[in-house]
C-alpha cells in the first residue's frame, strides 16, 4: 500500500507542476497584449484594419497607391469609370482640391457621387455653442500640456490642466448637445479659460506647442476624413438596399400567392403575343417601382385597351410580382410577368441585371483646357435587354421603359415614329461624346463626335436588331473588353455604347432626366416633361430621394391597397 502511494507521487505531480507553468505563461501573454493593443492605437497601426461595419481606407503610400480592398469596394457599391490618367477629359476619383469652395464641391462629388449633393442639401448649422466652445478649449490645453509637464517648476499647474482636461474630455463624452452639459459646464469653461490664461504666460518652446497643434491637427483632420468615407459608404449602403417595407411587401405577396389560390391568371395570352398591339418591357425587381410605371402610363393613355405590359423580374420576386399585377387593375391593360432567369431560352441562365448606372465626371468638351468639372449620371442596357430578341420573338416592335421613370403624356406618339434604319430610339446625352471615352472603348471602329445615349425610355425595332445580330455584336464585344487591359468593371457598358454605335435614333424633348441626384432641376420642366427620369442614387421609394420631386411619384402608388399599410410602406 505504501509503495503504491508513494509511487503515485511522481505519476500526479508532474502533470500539475505542468499545468501551473502553462497558467503562468498564459497569464504573462494576456499582459503582454494587453500592453501591445494601447501601443497599436497610439502608434497609428490600427489604420491598417479593415472594420467588418464600415469602409475605412488605408492611408496611402508615397508612391499614392491604395488599398486594393477599398477600391474594390467603392467600385461595388457605385460603378464608375475607371481610372486612367492619360484621359484629357474623363474625371475620376481624385484627391480634393483646396483652393475654392467650387473645386471642394466638385472635387467631393466625383469622389463620393450623390452623396456629397445629399450632404449639402441635409446640412445643418452648428447652434450647439458651448460644445463648441468646450470642444476649442480642450483643443487648446492638450496642445499646451506636453510643454508644460516637462518644466519642473510648473508641477502643480501641470497637474491641474491634466486634471481639468481629464474632467473635460468625461463632460464631452457623455453630451453631444448643449442640453445634454450639466449645469456646472459653464463654471468649467470659466475655470479652463483661466487655465488658459495661465499656460499661455508661461515661457514653453513654441515649437514644441507648434508641433503638438499640427498633430491634433493632423489627428482631427483624419477623423473627419474618416467620418466622411463611412457617412458615404453608410450612404451607398441605404441607396442599394431594398428598404424594410418594400422587402416587406414582397414577403407578404408571395406568401399570398401560395395561399390564395382563387387568383387566376386573366385571359390576356393572346395580347401578349399579338405584333399589333403596344407592347411596353420592364426590367424591375421593385413591385412599387413596376406598379408605378404602369400605372402612369395607362393614366395618361388615351387608350389602354391595346397597351401591353411585359414586366421581366427575377425569380425571388416573381410570385411576389404576379399576385400584384393579378389584384390591381390597370385599367384595360394587359400585364404579363415573366421569369427572366427561367423563361430565357439561354443554356446557362443568367441572373436579372438592371439598367448600368454610372456617373462621369468632364471637362467640356469644346474647351477642355477651362478648369470647370461637370458630373453626369448615365444609365445603359445591360446583359438582360439583350435577351429582349428572344424573349419576345414574335414582336416586331417595342418600348422599353426603366422602372425608375414616370409617365405624364400618352405615349402613343412613339408607335408612329419612323426611324429609318436606327434600331434604338432613345435620349441622347451630348454632354459627353464617345471621343472623350477613347481610352476606355479604344480607338477602333466608332466615331468620336458620337453622342452617348440614355436608357430610360427607348424605342426598340426588333426586326432591325436581329437582322443587324446585335445581341452577338454585344457578346463579341464583351469577350474582347474583358481581354483587354486594364479595368475590368463597367464592361457592360462600354459594349453597349459600341453596339449601338450610329444605330440610335434621338428621342428629343421626351425625357427630363436626373431626379435622382439632381436638386436644381426647373419645376416648369417637370410639369411639362413627357416622361421623368429618377436616374442617379436618390431614388424616389427611398428615404435619400430628393423630397420635392417625389411627388410626382408617389400620387400613381396604389395607395388603397391593404398591404402597403401593413407593410408601413411611406406613400
Known amino acids: 500500500m505504501k ?3 508513494l509511487g503515485a507521487v511522481p505519476s500526479y505531480g508532474v502533470p500539475a507542476k505542468r499545468r501551473w507553468r502553462g497558467l503562468v505563461i498564459a497569464v504573462l501573454g494576456l499582459v503582454i497584449l494587453s500592453m501591445l493593443v494601447p501601443l497599436v492605437f497610439l502608434l497609428g497601426l490600427h489604420n491598417g484594419f ?27 457599391f457605385e460603378p464608375t469609370l475607371p481610372k486612367n490618367p492619360s484621359s484629357d477629359h474623363i474625371e475620376q476619383a481624385t484627391n480634393p482640391k483646396t483652393s475654392s469652395t467650387s473645386e471642394d464641391r466638385n472635387s467631393c462629388q466625383i469622389t463620393f457621387g450623390s452623396y456629397c449633393l445629399w450632404q449639402q442639401e441635409h446640412r445643418q448649422e452648428m447652434k450647439e455653442t458651448l460644445i463648441k466652445k468646450l470642444k476649442d478649449q480642450l483643443f487648446v490645453t492638450r496642445a499646451y500640456y506636453p510643454s508644460i509637464a516637462k518644466l519642473p517648476a510648473k508641477d502643480k499647474l501641470s497637474r491641474q490642466l491634466k486634471q481639468n482636461i481629464q474632467e ?3 463632460m464631452l463624452s457623455e453630451s453631444t448637445s448643449d442640453a445634454d452639459l450639466p449645469p456646472v459646464a459653464e463654471s468649467y469653461s470659466k475655470k479652463m479659460e483661466n487655465t488658459i490664461s495661465r499656460i499661455k504666460s508661461v515661457p514653453v518652446d513654441c515649437n514644441n506647442v507648434d508641433k503638438k497643434l499640427r498633430q491634433l491637427f493632423d489627428l482631427t483632420e ?8 463611412q457617412s458615404a459608404f453608410l450612404y451607398k449602403l441605404n441607396v442599394l438596399t431594398m428598404p424594410k417595407s418594400l422587402h416587406c411587401l414582397s414577403l407578404k405577396l408571395t406568401v399570398e400567392y401560395f395561399k390564395s389560390p382563387q387568383y387566376e391568371e386573366k385571359a390576356n395570352k393572346e395580347k401578349f403575343t399579338d405584333s399589333s398591339l403596344q407592347h411596353y418591357v420592364i426590367f424591375s425587381n ?27 423580374t427575377d425569380r425571388e420576386n416573381y410570385y411576389a410580382m404576379k399576385l400584384w399585377f393579378l389584384r390591381n387593375q390597370f385599367k384595360e391593360a394587359a400585364v404579363q410577368v415573366l421569369n427572366v432567369e427561367q423563361d430565357s431560352q439561354m443554356e446557362n441562365q443568367l441572373p436579372l441585371s438592371l439598367p448600368e448606372e454610372f456617373w462621369v ?5 469644346d474647351n477642355p483646357s477651362t478648369n470647370q468639372i461637370r458630373t453626369e ?11 429582349l430578341p428572344d424573349l419576345f420573338s414574335n414582336l416586331k416592335k417595342v418600348v422599353v421603359l426603366d422602372d425608375d421613370v414616370v409617365i405624364q403624356q400618352d405615349l402613343s406618339a412613339l408607335w408612329n415614329i419612323d426611324m429609318g434604319d436606327k434600331v434604338n430610339g432613345a435620349e441622347q446625352f451630348c454632354s459627353v461624346k464617345l471621343g472623350q471615352l477613347r481610352s476606355y472603348l479604344g480607338e477602333k471602329g466608332f466615331s468620336h463626335n458620337s453622342c452617348v445615349w440614355m436608357s430610360g425610355l427607348n424605342v426598340i425595332d426588333l426586326g432591325r436588331w436581329r437582322e443587324l445580330g446585335l445581341t452577338q455584336t454585344y457578346k463579341k464585344l464583351i469577350k474582347e473588353l474583358t481581354m483587354q487591359e486594364g479595368s475590368a468593371e463597367g464592361i457592360a457598358w462600354r459594349a453597349s455604347l459600341l453596339a449601338f454605335e450610329n444605330r440610335i435614333h434621338p428621342l428629343d424633348k421626351w425625357v427630363v432626366s436626373g431626379l435622382g441626384h439632381n436638386y436644381t432641376i426647373e419645376s416648369q420642366s417637370i410639369k411639362t416633361a413627357p416622361v421623368l427620369h429618377y436616374n442617379g442614387n436618390m431614388k424616389p421609394w427611398l428615404d435619400l430621394g430628393i423630397p420635392q420631386y417625389k411627388s410626382y411619384w408617389k400620387k400613381f402608388l396604389n ?10 410602406v411611406n406613400s
Open 222 to 229: 483624419d477623423e473627419a476624413k474618416f467620418h466622411m468615407k
Open 286 to 312: 421593385n413591385v412599387l417601382a413596376a406598379s408605378v410605371v404602369i400605372n402612369s402610363t395607362v393614366f395618361h393613355a388615351k387608350e389602354s385597351l391595346n397597351q401591353v405590359f411585359h414586366v421581366l
Open 377 to 387: 449620371y448615365l444609365s445603359i442596357f445591360s446583359d438582360s435587354h439583350y435577351l
Open 361 to 365: 465626371s468632364f471637362r467640356g468638351y
Open 168 to 170: 473635460m474630455e468625461h
Open 50 to 76: 479593415h472594420s467588418s461595419g464600415y469602409l475605412y481606407e488605408q492611408k496611402t503610400s508615397p508612391s499614392g497607391e491604395q488599398s486594393s480592398h477599398v477600391k474594390e469596394l467603392i467600385t461595388k
Open 3 to 5: 509503495s503504491g502511494g
Open 559 to 568: 395607395k388603397e391597397d391593404q398591404l402597403l399599410s401593413e407593410c408601413n
